[in-house]
C-alpha cells in the first residue's frame, strides 16, 4: 500500500507560480510512473504532466512552457513547478503514481486557485 501526501496550493494572482509536492510513503514499493492530474468543477479529470522512471516526461498542451515535472526518486518525491499561472489553471490537482506491480495510487487532491 502507498500513500500520497501533496501540499503546495493554495491562491495566486494571474502570472504568479506556485510549487506542488506530493510525497509516497509505504511498504516494498517500487515506483514506476508519477503524475499529476487536475479537476475543475464542471470538468472532467485530465493529466497534466507525468513522468516516468527514466526520466522521460509528457505535458498537456495547455500547460507545456509553464509547467515543469521532476522528481526526487531517493525521496519518492513528485514536484510540479508551475509558472504564468492563468485562471484556467484553477483546479483540484491530484498526485498519482504507478508501481512496478501495475497498481495506482492517487492522493486527496489539492486546491489551486489563480485570480485574474
Do not use: H
Amino acid at each position: 500500500q502507498v500513500q500520497l501526501v501533496e501540499s503546495g496550493g493554495g491562491l495566486v494572482q494571474a502570472g504568479g507560480s506556485l510549487r506542488l509536492s506530493c510525497a509516497a510513503s509505504g511498504s516494498n514499493f517500487d515506483i514506476r510512473t508519477m503524475a499529476w492530474y487536475r479537476q475543475a468543477p464542471g470538468r472532467q479529470r485530465e493529466l497534466v504532466a507525468r513522468i516516468f522512471s527514466g526520466g522521460t516526461t509528457n505535458y498537456a498542451d495547455s500547460v507545456k512552457g509553464r509547467f515543469t515535472i521532476s522528481r526526487d526518486n531517493a525521496a519518492n518525491t513528485v514536484y510540479l513547478q508551475m509558472n504564468s499561472l492563468k485562471p484556467e489553471d484553477t483546479a483540484v490537482y491530484y498526485c498519482t503514481v504507478v508501481t512496478s506491480a501495475v497498481r495506482q495510487y492517487w492522493g486527496q487532491g489539492t486546491q489551486v486557485t489563480v485570480s485574474s
